[in-house]
């Protein structure tokens, strides 16, 4: 994908600030810090400067588990380096979060049919109203999106390399997905399916036989839900 870029540096030079210039747009215009932002905001402060995951309230501070605690741990990094409450500085991180997000839909477009298809996709992906507005809004979607496009992209290069490195790499990005939203779940199973799917078929991946197949299903499942055994346990004594 760097050789792309090198050899089209201007497309993709003048494609990533458009795409900027449209988060921008966004951000400026109809900043999109609601309800669950503010929910989501007071468990990351909470977190940081009383370490007590949890909600505000009547004087004092509840542990919750309403919220999975990707989310709160990224608001948390924020407010961290520019003050609390810094959701400007939230939204801005999430525009390129976003651009990688388009990056990344490049890399699996290129993979699968080509530069030409990287270049579309790319196209697609900067220009896309709804990532754009997402971006500008203080919520989960925009790194939901980025880690599923992140699972799939290093999906593909495990296939293509067949190293057990590639396939945990693909595991931490799907658990990432997961501890963002619970939806994220889906992800991993729609993963183990197709992984399922062909050990039941004859044709395979090179280099890879149906005990193979299995090894990188376990490895890519247990790596995935790992982190949820430390959040389980922690709302179990709680």
């Given at each position: ?125 900067t220009l896309c109203p709804f990532l754009a507005d997402y971006s500008a809004a ?44 619970p939806d994220g779940v889906l992800l991993l199973l729609a993963l183990e399916a197709?992984?399922l799917a062909r050990i039941a078929l004859p044709k395979r991946s090179p280099g ?31």
């Amino acid at each position: 994908m760097l050789e792309l870029v090198r050899k089209n540096l201007r497309f993709f030079g003048l494609f990533s600030a458009a795409a900027i210039l449209l988060r921008l747009i966004f951000l400026l215009r109809f900043p999109g810090v609601v309800t669950d932002s503010f929910i989501y905001g007071d468990i990351a402060k909470n977190w940081l400067q009383h370490g007590v995951y949890g909600l505000s309230g009547a004087g004092e501070i509840s542990p919750t588990y309403i919220r999975l605690p990707g989310y709160p741990a990224f608001l948390a990094f924020i407010f961290a380096i520019f003050g609390a409450d810094r959701y400007r500085a939230v939204l801005a991180t999430q525009i390129f979060v976003d651009l990688g997000t388009c990056f990344l839909c490049a890399a699996i477009g290129r993979r699968l049919l080509g530069p030409r298809c990287a270049k579309l996709a790319f196209i697609l992906a900067t220009l896309c109203p709804f990532l754009a507005d997402y971006s500008a809004a203080a919520l989960t979607e925009t790194l939901e999106v980025f880690f599923t496009a992140l699972t799939l992209h290093l999906t593909l290069r495990a296939f293509e390399r067949g190293r057990l490195r590639d396939w945990a790499q693909c595991g931490a990005a799907c658990a990432a997905a997961i501890l963002l939203r619970p939806d994220g779940v889906l992800l991993l199973l729609a993963l183990e399916a197709y992984l399922l799917a062909r050990i039941a078929l004859p044709k395979r991946s090179p280099g890879m036989d149906a005990r193979s197949l299995f090894r990188v299903g376990v490895l890519v499942a247990v790596i995935a839900l790992l982190p949820l055994a430390p959040w389980a346990l922690r709302n179990w004594h709680v």
